[in-house]
């Protein structure tokens, strides 16, 4: 494996940063739809971020 560079890993940092604060939305967002269609999108996004948070964690250990 390569060695990442700090830039990258302050990249990753951002990214992962950025990932909290959807994740959060999303959540608030969801308590708010009352469209069922809706809420599966958003039930659906919150999982695809909450993966892709964990990918990112991975990364960054």
Known sequence: M???GVHE???LHEL???KNVCLAKS???QTMATDPELQSLI???IETTQQQIVDL???LS
């Open 2 to 4: 390569r060695a990442t």
């Open 9 to 11: 890993i302050l990249e």
């Open 16 to 18: 992962l940063m950025l």
């Open 27 to 29: 959540k608030v967002m």
């Open 43 to 45: 039930r659906q996004d």
């Open 57 to 59: 964690q991975s990364l």
